[in-house]
């Protein structure tokens, strides 16, 4: 199974901040990752799909790149509703597979 | 637009058996399928398998085989899960998803159903 590491698995920033969260699978997956926001309570959200293409109706500040084996989640200006759980997933094959998540707090 | 709607809270007892439906709307479902995604209390999410929703066909991850069951009912475009003999690591929330074709991503989800498996 291919495995997916998040990192770091909490952080802390300010509103406005650029903020950066990576994924690493454990094997070289193509652009086959998938980015979901989770707030409390709620189903997951999807961000980005294939990497790098957001899904409609989600805002321009989140953006996705990498390939291969890397791959970030960037936030370019951080907003209070953005303090939540992010996860990346994998599509390459299957079983697919999350990462732990990285919750981000606002400082 | 696409809905999924699932059914509501079950509280079991260990060795019971339960079924939780995910109703879809909006969608022919032909290109795509619905999977199944666990998420235990306070824990990430952990993809269970799918549904192909042109066949029939489930798909279950390794963890997931032998108690649990996912079949798909076209004539109500609905689609179930059954956990038998219950566990009571089975305690948690299951989601219901629109799975796309191609990347295999993950974007509709129906409002999750809360299992609690407890003596």
């Known amino acids: 199974d291919i495995q997916m590491t998040q990192s770091p698995s909490s952080l802390s920033a300010s509103v406005g901040d650029r903020v950066t969260i990576t994924c690493r699978a454990s094997q070289s997956i193509s652009v086959y990752v998938n980015w979901y926001q989770q707030k409390a309570g709620k189903a997951p959200k999807l961000l980005i799909y294939?990497?790098?293409i957001l899904q409609s109706g989600v805002p321009s500040r989140f953006t996705g790149s990498g390939s291969g084996t890397d791959f970030t989640l960037t936030i370019s200006s951080l907003q209070p509703e953005d303090s939540t759980t992010y996860y990346c997933?994998?599509?390459?094959?299957?079983?697919?597979?999350f990462g732990q998540g990285t919750k981000v707090d606002i400082k | 637009q696409v809905h999924l709607v699932q059914s509501g809270s079950e509280s079991k007892k260990p060795g019971a058996s339960v079924v939780v439906s995910c109703k879809a709307s909006?969608?022919?479902?032909?290109?795509?399928?619905i999977s199944w995604v666990r998420q235990a209390p306070g824990q990430g999410l952990q993809w269970m398998g799918w549904?192909?929703?042109?066949?029939?066909?489930?798909t279950y991850a390794q963890d997931f085989t032998g108690r649990f069951v996912f079949s798909w009912d076209t004539s109500v475009t609905t689609t179930f899960m059954q956990i038998s003999n219950l566990k009571t690591e089975d305690t948690a929330v299951y989601y219901c998803a629109r799975t796309v074709s191609g990347y295999y991503f993950f974007d509709y989800w129906g409002q999750g159903t809360m299992i609690t498996v407890s003596s």
């Open positions: 997933q994998h599509g390459y094959s299957v079983p697919w597979t």
């Open positions: 549904v192909n929703t042109k066949t029939g066909n489930p």
């Open positions: 294939a990497a790098s």
């Open positions: 909006g969608d022919t479902f032909n290109k795509n399928a």
